[in-house]
């Protein structure tokens, strides 16, 4: 794999990263659920990382990592459009915890990006601890019409499409 490539989308991502976590931070001391403008920027950042990471595995379709941060970051940003529809301060620190395990697991991927055994092994580990508070939070989410939102069910098949 291109060594330069990697190492541009390694040092972006974890800036993107860097910043995702100030932002979770953010939400976790603001109670505001509808319409909260975090939710929607958390999005719009992740969405960075999983646009770069799914032209890139375009390249390297056998990438394993590259893969698995395309699961993560499209799922969390389908969970921060969602966010911004509900008005419930009693899921924020649910939509928060999921996202901080995910900024985690999505930085021990990059940092072993070129490393299939090692991502299998991360990947396998963020499954028991996010499945079933993301099963839970998906059951707790309303439909929502909006194009651009990803409804219940699409995240439900996220879901499962990531703990294959």
């Known amino acids: 794999m291109d060594n330069a490539i990697l190492f541009e989308f390694r040092e972006e991502s974890k800036q993107i990263l860097s910043e995702l976590v100030e932002i979770v931070e953010k939400i976790e ?6 319409n909260n403008p975090n939710f929607a920027d958390f999005s719009q950042r992740i969405d960075r990382i999983m646009g770069a990471s799914k032209t890139i595995a375009l390249l ?3 990438n394993t990592g590259l893969k698995e ?7 969390c940003k ?10 419930s301060p009693l899921l924020v620190p649910i939509f928060c915890g999921f ?9 021990e991927v990059i940092d072993n990006i070129e490393n299939a055994t090692k991502v ?3 990947i396998a580990g963020f499954v028991p601890v996010v499945r079933k508070r993301l099963e839970w939070l998906a059951s707790k989410l309303e439909v929502v019409t909006s194009k651009e ?8 098949n996220m879901i499962n499409d990531l703990f294959k």
């Open 149 to 156: 939102v990803a409804n219940t069910k699409e995240l439900n």
């Open 120 to 122: 299998e092994r991360i």
């Open 60 to 62: 390297f379709p056998l």
């Open 69 to 75: 941060i395309g699961k993560i970051t499209a799922l």
């Open 29 to 34: 001391g603001d109670a505001t659920c509808k």
């Open 99 to 107: 996202w901080a395990d995910a900024v985690e697991v999505l930085v």
């Open 78 to 87: 389908a969970m921060g459009y969602k966010a911004t529809e509900v008005d």
